[in-house]
């Protein structure tokens, strides 16, 4: 039973995030830092700023890590135009939940540029209510604050809402938020997720997960 969807995008609506360590990883070893594809996929999540504090401590400037950060997205775009595309029957999801006027929203870690450039480029913009992103919030996830921001927006208590998301970060701040998760599972396996408790389902992509109406404001997930 849900009153309200909420999505992260990245890994969860497109299967982007090999397009994303790539770029971090080209962008660390311009900065110095070699690591492993494995490495950049372990280590490297949350807002880009988080991200390059944990990673030099205090080497860079605000200027000069917002500076980066804008060449790695803009090198993550570049690679990723000519391929973007939604998971396997999420169209399909959100039309059905359009139809029934179930709220939905996005809550993201990445920043305005590729939050506004996936919503243009697969004309997403009709099935969301809310779109949040990284310049949005103070505390990135595992924080639940995105999410937060999200559900207000539709108005909806975030314990209300489910959460599609792909990362055990992710995952968690969902969880911080009193809501529960599904689980995409472009990036993580599902033991990665076996100490938060509150993940409902793992799948693929959207084929085998439908929506149905109750009333005016309680949906109910089926898993096929």
């Known amino acids: 039973m849900v009153k309200a969807l909420v999505f992260d995008m990245d890994g969860t609506m497109i299967d982007n995030m090999m397009v994303h360590h790539r770029a971090w990883q080209k962008r660390l070893k311009d900065l110095g830092l070699d690591m492993t594809l494995e490495e950049v996929k372990r280590d490297i999540h949350g807002v880009n700023d988080e991200i390059l504090i944990r ?25 990723y135009a000519p391929d973007i595309k939604l998971l396997d029957g999420l169209k399909e999801f959100l039309e059905k939940a359009k139809h029934l006027n179930i709220p939905m929203g996005i809550g993201t870690a990445a920043p305005k540029e590729n939050a506004d450039f996936t919503v243009e480029a697969l004309g997403l913009g009709s099935y969301f209510k809310s779109v949040v ?9 595992p924080d639940p604050q995105v999410f937060e921001l999200v559900a207000n927006d539709l108005g909806i208590k975030l314990s209300d809402c489910v959460v599609f998301e792909d990362s055990p970060t992710g995952a968690q701040a969902a969880a911080n938020g009193d809501s529960k998760s599904i689980i995409l599972t472009t990036t993580h396996t599902e033991q990665e997720f076996e100490h938060i408790p509150q993940t409902l389902h793992f799948m693929t992509n959207y084929e085998n997960i439908a929506i ?10 089926h898993y096929t």
Request: aromatic content about 12%; proline content about 0%; cysteine-free.
């Open 55 to 79: 990673l030099f401590g205090d080497k860079y400037s605000k200027d000069e890590m917002t500076q980066i950060a804008r060449s790695k997205e803009a090198d993550y775009r570049e690679l």
């Open 212 to 221: 149905s109406k109750e009333n005016e404001a309680i949906f109910y997930l």
């Open 133 to 141: 992103h990284s310049d949005m919030v103070q505390r990135g996830k």
